[in-house]
């Protein structure tokens, strides 16, 4: 089976620019999770989708948005992008049942000059 | 609001002696958490879980200890290996309700030979 893919793996943007971030779950996988990870910061929960719908969103501005398709595939928008939103983007699948573990994709590198 | 702590950032560890990496958290609503490796450049992996209703859980190296009354938990790892030099995220949630998987901020483990 395969895993969770990002795409792209790294990616290069200029302050005021808008991003969109891409993840594929594992198959038969229904929730898409997304984190944040900063240096020293750990990993911080921006939001979660479940059969097309945001099930959970943490606590990001409103610049922080995403989508998920009826295959389950997930995108994740930045728009107005600042210096420090530059970070690991991590997408994450599970089932979807609750209280299961995630499954991670290796993440988008986001650096914003 | 920290939710879930890890207050050592790194540790340093001799090869083939005990690793302990310790994790408090302040939420008396979460019942089940989770252990994370990762490497650079990669998404975490799974490693070992532990639900409240268990004060330990063993795989192979691995063993999870969890204090309720306490609430914190710690990993072991015997023997430490050069292998085992990655970041450890402990992860914490509620199984009441699908609540987003809330992590701390890691510990570096460096396994030195």
């Known amino acids: 089976k395969a895993g969770v893919t990002q795409t792209p793996r790294y990616l290069i943007k200029t302050r005021g620019q808008q991003v969109t971030l891409s993840c594929s779950p594992i198959s038969g996988h229904r929730s898409v999770s997304w984190y944040q990870q900063t240096p020293g910061q750990g990993l911080q929960f921006l939001f979660e989708y479940f059969s097309e719908t945001q099930r959970n969103k943490g606590n990001f501005p409103g610049r922080f948005s995403g989508r998920q398709f009826s295959n389950s595939r997930s995108e994740m928008n930045v728009s107005t992008l600042e210096l420090g939103d530059s970070a690991l983007y991590l997408c994450?699948?599970?089932?979807?049942?609750?209280?299961?573990?995630?499954?991670f994709g290796s993440g988008t590198q986001l650096s914003v000059l | 609001d920290q939710q879930v702590k890890q207050n050592s950032p790194s540790l340093s560890v001799q090869e083939g002696r005990i690793s302990i990496l310790n994790c408090d958290y302040t939420?008396?609503?979460?019942?089940?958490f989770l252990w994370y490796k990762k490497y650079p450049a990669e998404g975490p992996t799974f490693l070992i879980s532990i639900s409240s209703i268990k004060d330990k859980n063993e795989d192979g190296r691995f063993t999870v200890f969890l204090n309720k009354s306490a609430k914190h938990l710690s990993l072991h790892i015997v023997p430490s290996q050069p292998g085992d030099s990655a970041v450890y995220f402990c992860a914490a949630r509620s199984n009441s309700g699908n609540t987003p998987l809330v992590f701390g901020k890691g510990t570096r483990l460096s396994v030195i030979a």
């Open positions: 939420n008396s609503m979460f019942d089940y």
């Open positions: 994450a699948s599970s089932l979807g049942g609750g209280g299961e573990k995630l499954f």
